[in-house]
């Protein structure tokens, strides 16, 4: 069979806790194709690629790949790099000097549009490179898709994170407030909703970016769900937008910018200072606390989907078998094929155009949202399959002695 | 068999993963034992005593139970009540009243000292009060006993996440901080140690409240591992102490309080103020990211120590045991009988005087601790098997081509 050469794989942008799944089912399937020669890794993405910094995925043994795809974040490195039209021209010169002709890049929309430039620069300069994306991302925000791989993942976190909070809020009542990833789009935060499993349990109220809402009718819904139960647990996406479509953390900081240096990325500045507008509103006294749920979102060891994992190795394995297709590119996405059980759930890997995944995002569509403060049973029925078994919890009967 | 009367149990304070672990172990030992009559559980620790909500645990199917046990967080509801003399009084009466005489209370040493008072109340007015302390706490901070309930589950937690941060923090290097619960000892950060397993693995550094640190000096020191790895993770208590003595917290937050109303409590105001210190030390074009490991740290689902659900079990068990002996009183400790490695590890439950544990705390010793930034190797041997296994990760050969 004629060689075709070698095949590069890397990762780009915030890492997920199955991400290296993908890496291992590129690599485990690339050593079944006699047509592909090396089997590269790019280290942190395409900035390591430009300065060649590209290692042997060969020489990884296959009980050592076995532990990385169990272990979470890139383990290549990662790169917040949106190419240039030049950086692009550099990396196409790199692929060519090694001979590359099979490019498989991991990562969101961003990623998506670095392979499509690549991939007409290749074109234009008549260079067998067949390029493809392999989705990953925890805020579920790629189109064409049916979910991203890595949000099943988180979404079991955050789920978990909601179990344990509200059986918290039982113990302790008062008001808990948690902030979720997701800067443009609720698919992580509206996940929160599949820890309420006996009546009274939390999230009782559910904020996110598409839904936009004032802290005035915030501390409206809190106060009417602290009446009915004498606690209250949000769960808060970090990008929610008020009323003029403004993003709140926006508007929030710039208040306390002008007094100090509290700043938003990976902090608790969002949840601070909601904590001090609803008791602002409804009392000083009221016991409020908040919690950011933060990088273990992305990156907390031993806690995944397994179906999550099984589909993020599906996708790359997937990648590897449509470049053996031909001369041939695009995005790799997750066909649903139905079955709202878990028994029934099945998806398959299918190819899409490359510019129909680059650049934009998808929000979480208006029917999943109830109000601007609920996600809706259809929501639940779409994501429990991907989140997986959440760890079962009890309540004891409360029965009073004589 | 003469009856003896009725026994109460009752959960206060914060709640950790395997508390309700006690409360099956005091309901499944007491079912056992035909001396004692109805078995209680108080709502909301003392606080729902002292009104009279009082449930009977005999109403509980032991398939419920067991459900319970593996439910982070206090199933019978806790308080943060620290009863004065007269609430004992009070406390006392009720128990009277409904012919209470085993009186057993799961919490740290505010608890024990409640259950000190109740019981000196109880021998002055010739009341046979049998009193026992269950300790639990995720701090790990209460003298007499080895190590506390709770603990080893919360530490699973804690050094799960420096797994996962560290490497998260390869994949995207810069500076990481995550702040670790223990206002007053060092125990739970001390814990992330047990994240470490290949070279160059965070974190990096490790301060605590036992050892005080200027942030001049945190900057210094996060400035050399810089240099030397190009990134850093930070395990920082949230009640590390300045070298006046005074809570770091405290100074930083008196310094935003003149501007705004930026809190402290369950938030992330140090994280935050940390990195705008460290920024203006190191540059203000550094990667400094921050999480604080918030709530989940004390109630995330399904992450615990096997061991620590085992021993929290064997301490409710015990103090019924115990209670059976005779008009005796105490509080369970957990007795170390050896064992360094895992699989010789032996623990077994015995008694001490309440006042022995009551009111005092227990700092991490000096000797765990390695300058005022690292944690020792004796640490990792008295810790390892209360934690127990934790993920195995890996890392890949990196092995460049030709």
């Known amino acids: 069979m004629a060689k075709l050469g070698n095949l590069i794989f890397g990762q780009s942008g915030g890492p997920t806790p199955v991400i290296n799944q993908s890496l291992v089912g590129v690599v485990l399937e690339a050593l079944k194709h006699d047509e592909i020669d090396g089997i590269y890794g790019m280290r942190h993405g395409v900035e390591g690629l430009m300065r060649e910094d590209i290692i042997d995925l060969r020489k990884e043994s296959i009980d050592n790949l076995e532990l990385i795809a169990r272990s979470p974040s890139s383990a290549l490195g990662s790169c917040r790099l949106k ?21 498989c890049y991991n990562g969101g929309n961003d990623t998506a549009e670095t392979a499509n430039i690549l991939n007409n620069i290749a074109r234009d300069r008549n260079y067998e490179l067949r390029v493809f994306h392999i989705p990953k991302t925890i ?14 993942s988180a979404a079991q976190y955050v789920a978990r994170s909601f179990i ?15 902030i979720v990833m997701g ?21 009782h109220l559910i904020y996110v970016p598409e839904a936009p809402v004032s802290i005035d ?24 937008t008020n009323t003029d479509g403004e993003i709140m953390a926006k508007s929030l900081i710039k208040e306390v910018d002008s007094h100090g240096n509290v700043q938003l990325s990976g902090s608790g500045a969002l949840g601070d200072l909601l904590v001090s507008e609803i008791k602002a509103r409804l009392g000083g006294n009221l ?13 907390f060891p031993g806690v995944i989907s397994e179906t999550d994992a099984q589909e993020a190795r599906m996708v790359g394995k997937a990648a590897v078998k ?81």
């Open 83 to 103: 190419p240039k039209e030049e950086d692009c021209e550099k990396i196409f010169e790199v692929c060519k000097k090694h001979n590359i002709h099979i490019f």
């Open 139 to 152: 805020d579920n925000d790629l189109r064409e898709t049916d979910h991203c791989p890595g949000w099943g």
């Open 164 to 178: 344990g909070n509200t059986l918290d809020n039982r113990s302790l009542p008062g008001i808990k407030i948690d």
């Open 183 to 203: 800067r443009h789009a609720g698919w992580l935060t509206a996940a929160s909703v599949l820890a309420r499993r006996h009546e009274g349990d939390g999230p």
């Open 217 to 240: 009718q915030m501390a409206e819904d809190i106060k009417k769900v602290y009446d009915t139960y004498g606690r209250c647990v949000v769960a808060c996406s970090e990008g929610i």
């Open 287 to 299: 016991r409020v606390r908040t919690d950011t749920l933060g990088y273990n979102q992305r990156c």
């Open 322 to 402: 449509f470049s053996m297709m031909g001369n041939i590119d695009g995005s790799v996405i997750i066909d649903r094929l139905g079955g709202i059980d878990a028994e029934e759930y099945k998806t398959e890997a299918k190819l899409v155009e490359l510019k129909k995944v680059a650049k934009f995002t998808k929000d979480l569509p208006k029917e999943y949202i109830i109000g601007n403060n609920d996600i809706s049973d259809d929501f639940i029925t779409y994501a429990r399959p991907i989140v997986g078994e959440l760890p079962p919890t009890g309540l004891l009967g409360n029965i009073k002695i004589d």
